[in-house]
């Protein structure tokens, strides 16, 4: 069976339809991780002991294991104990999750990297702990750490294609659905190749205009 | 949490997971050797060999690990290449991590000090000479503990490749939640040896960075 490009064509709006939901779930999911991950990353470093180290499993388990099982265990796992998430919220919340604790290392680091002084001085002002982590620590440590965020986020979209095996009609879905009408695996997979390629350059464009923003405003 | 269906079918998935540990070290080897490639054509004089590295980093770097194991597996026999199973979760892995590799490895390269090179020439060692006896050494140095995390991710990404249905720890996984309806404990069974095999690895690796770490 040689290849034949030609039965692409016919099933371009069903693919462009899943790119637009691989985008959905990318998004969806960036948003969770990046918020979840300040969020886990002050845990990590101002909470107290006993509501830390929970944190800390927590993390260490999503670090350890890998995507595809922490997603049949949102998926699957929460049916068992009587909550039942459509597949496409099940997709959101665990690629968002596994990005959010990989996201707060990044952040806790830029946490760090902003100067002490600047702690000091606005308590010294007399902001609460609350408040300074809020208006002053964290917006400066989110600033340095836009470009390691950044790759994390073009990782997500990549395996954003994960959530197809919980079945989820993103855009690697649709090839495969397509496939089954075409048996044209190799024509059908390349051209979802095609548009996560595509996809990608998007977003690493938009990047790189966040990060010359980021600079100037520096 | 049902201990005793955990004692019952635990020796499956160590089974399993011997699996997974020689799609990692296959997949990592292979691996190694298109970075190696990759970043000796990233680094070439010629500028359509170099053109050749960055279009297989671009690419492989560009689309889902998951759709190149389809093309691969799926795809593979449209054109003639025949692969069962775990040949395709191999060299597919493989092939994906290297492109990573070969960003670690030519970072590694180019951060060696020029003036090693500009003083390994005059001394008057040749091109190839200086590359093997002056630049690789001191990059294998600093390529150690960032390809530790390449192989890191690698264990990881192994569990792709149950996607192509081999009987590998996550597929063994999401097999036994299919017929025992139990998630958390094949999660754990499964999450535990995952962070064993990456705790080990990680440790090893570590010995070899403080090994080669200058004195």
């Known amino acids: 069976m040689g290849l034949d490009f030609s039965v692409v064509p016919s099933y371009l709006d069903n693919l462009f339809f899943g790119a637009l939901w691989t985008i959905g779930i990318t998004l969806g ?17 101002y909470a107290p002991a006993l509501i830390r180290w929970p944190f800390r499993v927590f993390a ?22 009587g909550i039942d998430l ?5 997709g959101v919340i665990g690629l ?5 604790v990989y996201n707060s290392d990044i952040i806790q680091a830029g946490i760090l990297a902003v100067d002490k002084g600047q702690y000091e001085g606005s308590r010294t002002l007399g902001l609460s702990q609350g408040q300074t982590i809020r208006k002053i620590v964290v917006p400066q440590a989110v600033r340095t750490v836009i470009p390691p965020i950044g790759n994390n986020l073009i990782a997500l979209l990549k395996d954003s294609a994960l959530v197809s095996v919980i079945g989820v009609a993103e855009l690697t879905l649709t090839s495969q ?21 595509v996809i990608n350059l998007g977003l690493e464009a938009g990047l790189r205009h966040i990060e010359r923003r980021i600079q100037i405003a520096r | 949490m049902d201990f005793d269906l955990i004692l019952r079918i635990y020796p499956f998935f160590l089974e399993a997971a011997l699996v997974t540990i020689q799609l990692a070290v296959y997949s990592t080897i292979l691996g190694l050797l298109c970075g190696a490639l990759g970043a000796y ?11 050749a590295g960055a279009t297989y980093v671009s690419v492989i770097r560009g689309t889902p690990a998951l759709i190149q194991l389809f ?36 970072g590694a390269i180019i951060a060696v000090d020029k003036g090693q090179t500009e003083a390994s020439r005059t001394l008057g060692m040749s091109r190839a000479q200086t590359m093997l006896k002056v630049t690789l050494p001191q990059a294998m140095r600093l390529m150690i503990r960032p390809l530790g995390v390449n192989i890191n991710a690698q264990i990881k990404g192994t569990a792709l490749v149950a996607a192509i249905s081999v009987v590998e720890l996550t597929y063994t996984a999401q097999r036994y939640i299919g017929s025992t309806y139990k998630p958390f404990e094949m999660f754990l069974l499964a999450g535990v040896i995952y962070m064993v095999i990456i705790y080990v690895t990680g440790q090893g690796i570590s010995y070899l960075d403080k090994r080669a770490a200058l004195k």
């Not at chain 1, 459509?86 to 099940?90: G, Q």
């Not at chain 1, 075409?182 to 548009?195: D, H, K, N």
């Not at chain 2, 680094?43 to 060999?49: I, M, P, S």
């Not at chain 2, 054109?79 to 991590?97: R, S």
């Open chain 1, 29 to 45: 999911a960036a948003a969770i991780s990046f918020f979840g991950g300040i969020g886990l990353a002050v845990i990590a470093l």
């Open chain 1, 60 to 81: 260490f388990m999503f670090m350890g294991t890998p995507l595809l099982l922490q997603l049949f265990l949102i998926y699957f796992g929460l049916i068992q104990i």
């Open chain 1, 86 to 90: 459509p597949a496409f919220v099940a």
């Open chain 1, 96 to 100: 968002g999750l596994h990005y959010a």
């Open chain 1, 177 to 197: 659905l397509a496939i089954s009408k075409t048996f044209r695996p190799f024509e059908f997979y390349v051209a979802a190749a095609g548009f996560y390629y």
């Open chain 2, 41 to 51: 054509a990233r680094l070439h004089r010629l500028a359509g060999v170099r053109f």
């Open chain 2, 71 to 106: 093309i691969l597996y799926f795809g593979g026999p449209q054109v003639g290449i025949q692969l069962d199973a775990f040949e395709a979760g191999v060299i597919g892995l493989g092939i994906n991590i290297g492109a990573y590799m070969t960003e670690t490895m030519r």
